[in-house]
């Protein structure tokens, strides 16, 4: 079983506010990512990192940052939380062939 | 990373046999199949990988024929439990990004 971590699980925000989602792996693994997920619908990868100081957009805009100092962390930063952030984001790793999610974090922004 | 097309939903009732296929005509030489199961707000999690002929688990079986143009997931006497949404996957190359398609919708009815 794979050991990656997210928190908050669950975050009510209002507009406006400065978020900050992490995740964290003990595996070491290079590849990470980050997924927006609606409920019910696909996944979308919103931003990758293949290892420290490397982070990559994904095909879906975003107006989130990511930032990978350490191997183990990859966390999301939303500056300005809007209502249309409000989401399931899954962060995951890789090693190989094989993807490790996390258990999600869902925010909502009132 | 190989496009994939798979049905958008499948319906079955209980205790019978699902065949999921996924299409990958433009698959690469060095490519796996990886298929991924992802129920209501969690992240996917990993069912099955394969190369060619025929891979079986405890959970599925996967058949790759001989020009591996496209695979079938094989979920024996399905249960309830097996509703969820199940992704298909091709592609090793470990610099490109994982871009997961809309999946196919499995519901199992009693």
């Known amino acids: 079983e794979a050991d990656i971590y997210q928190t908050p699980r669950y975050l009510v925000i209002g507009t406006g506010k400065k978020i900050t989602l992490e995740c964290s792996q003990t595996?070491?693994?290079?590849?990470m990512y980050w997924y927006q997920q609606d409920p019910g619908m696909e996944l979308h990868l919103i931003h990758y990192s293949y290892g420290v100081n490397s982070t990559e957009k994904g095909d879906l805009s975003s107006e989130s940052t990511v930032s990978r100092i350490r191997t183990e962390h990859f966390p999301l930063t939303l500056e300005s939380a809007r209502p249309s952030h409000t989401s399931q984001y899954l962060c995951a790793s890789r090693s190989g062939n094989t993807i490790y999610f996390g258990e999600g974090s869902w925010l909502t922004v009132v | 990373l190989a496009k994939t097309t798979q049905p958008i939903s499948m319906d079955s009732y209980e205790g019978q046999e699902v065949n999921i296929t996924c299409s990958h005509n433009?698959?690469?030489?060095?490519?796996?199949i990886t298929w991924y199961q992802q129920f209501p707000s969690q992240g996917p999690r990993f069912i099955i990988q394969?190369?060619?002929t025929k891979v079986t688990n405890e959970v599925a079986s996967l058949f790759i024929p001989a020009d591996r143009k496209s695979s079938t997931l094989s979920l024996p006497r399905v249960s309830l439990s097996d509703t969820a949404v199940y992704y298909c996957l091709v592609g090793v190359a470990l610099d490109t990004p994982l871009v997961f398609g809309k999946g196919t919708r499995l519901s199992v009815i009693a």
């Open positions: 595996m070491g693994h290079d590849k």
């Open positions: 433009n698959i690469a030489t060095n490519d796996y």
């Open positions: 394969g190369y060619k």
